[in-house]
């Protein structure tokens, strides 16, 4: 399940406050390798970022990468761990450095947690790179599904946060304007979207 609002949550508003921004985040903890979470400086085990398959239209940028998720074995794309990895950035509430200005995502979701906003329900987290990937490769369905329920769509043309960690001073993010995927410097500023399991 996907988080219906994003950004229009009261609790993105409260985690933002006194900071820069209630929409884009740090990924959080500049410099510091995240103890339980696994690096991934590839996303495909031999590119160090690559290109998704939207679900209509063709690859934006090479190199791609497989639309086959059965061939995502190595690299970020074989992080399925999103709610491991949330449960370790639950604790990275700093950006540390001179990263200072935004909240990071996992203040973010410890905010939403705590809040109304999430119904009740204590298992939200980020999701991995695999579990993003994915959705971005069905967007026109999951925002289809979206405004169904009255949602906020997921933007095509922003990038998002995702848990994968690629090296202690970088996390992973796909940008769902051309559908790249790859590591950016946990001092970045970006979106995040949470997601629960049912």
Known sequence: MIEKYEDLNESYVTAGAGKDSTSIFYWGGYGTDQTGITNYDKVDGSDIRGYLKPESGSY???PNLSANITAWTNGALSDWNGKANSNVLKG???GDGPYTSYATIGHVLNTFLASADAKGYDDWYIPSCAQLALI????TSVNNALSAIGGQQLSPSKAYWVSSEFDSNNGHR???KDGSVNGS???????????RDI
């Open 60 to 62: 934006n940028g090479t």
């Open 185 to 195: 410097s946990k001092g970045s500023r970006y979106s995040v979207r949470f997601i």
């Open 174 to 176: 796909v940008y769902f």
């Open 92 to 94: 990275v509430t700093t």
């Open 136 to 139: 971005f490769m069905n967007l």
